[in-house]
């Protein structure tokens, strides 16, 4: 990520600092200073995205091929800042550059490669006016700056509103989501590799629901990407 001159004189007038320890950033950070970057939780799994424990979640739902999650997430810890920002705090450059932070990464590994195009998990108008975006669409947005793959927004829509799931059994998880996605461009997905991307996945009730919907579609094979992995 290369930085500008401007971006420069910018940080001089306002400086920028770490999510995490709210340090001051370096002119070649983005998002996270070197020293949080070293100690975040990666998870392995863009090494071995066809086989992990994440994975396993979606074995038997859907056509999945690939799937990871950049870091593992723990509620209320340090680094679930950054992800509270984005999706509580208005905060939506937040989702970019996660989402390029996560692309540079998996791209090491090729995990890109043979996908298609990105689809991020669509919230419903009420959730998207309340919060003016969509996060997960922010992170999908880094993404595609890194990898050049098109975003697919409009392939599959969130049909009604969802409680939170924040503090539900993972029989609750599955029915809130149950039936909440409607496919409304099979054409357009047709016989593709899509990615969906979603922002912290626990149970994948929520990614099962949305790529069974978008499995309607002739064809379709399924990857996964999340910011973080929450393990029960």
């Not at 990520?1 to 709210?22: A, K, Q, Y």
């Not at 490669?113 to 998990?121: H, L, N, R, S």
């Amino acid at each position: 990520m290369r930085t500008s001159l401007l971006s420069e004189f910018l940080d001089l007038l306002s400086p920028r600092v770490c999510t995490i320890c709210e340090r001051r950033l370096a002119a070649d950070e983005p998002l996270i200073c070197s020293r949080c970057m070293s100690e975040l939780p990666v998870t392995p799994y863009c090494e071995s995205p066809y086989d992990n424990w994440m994975a396993r979640l979606f074995w038997g739902q859907f056509p999945v091929e690939k799937v990871s999650a950049w870091i593992f997430f723990r509620p209320h810890s340090v680094t679930s800042k950054m992800i509270y920002d984005l999706k509580y705090h208005g905060q939506s450059e937040t989702g970019e550059w996660i989402g390029q932070l996560m692309a540079i990464r998996h791209q090491a590994y090729g995990f890109f490669d043979g996908i298609d195009a990105i689809v991020p998990v669509p919230i419903t108008r009420r959730r998207l006016w309340e919060r003016g975006y969509n996060q997960s669409e922010q992170v999908a947005r880094g993404i595609s700056f890194e990898t050049h793959l098109p975003i697919y927004n409009k392939v599959v829509r969130r049909k009604h509103f969802s409680q939170s799931q924040t503090h539900q059994t993972a029989m609750e998880r599955r029915t809130n989501v149950e039936d909440a996605f409607m496919l409304v461009d099979a054409e357009k997905i047709k016989g593709k590799h899509l990615l969906i991307v979603d922002d912290v996945i626990t149970t994948g009730a929520t990614v099962i629901s949305c790529a069974q919907e978008l499995a309607k579609a002739e064809g379709v094979r399924i990857s996964v990407l999340s910011i973080g992995l929450t393990k029960e």
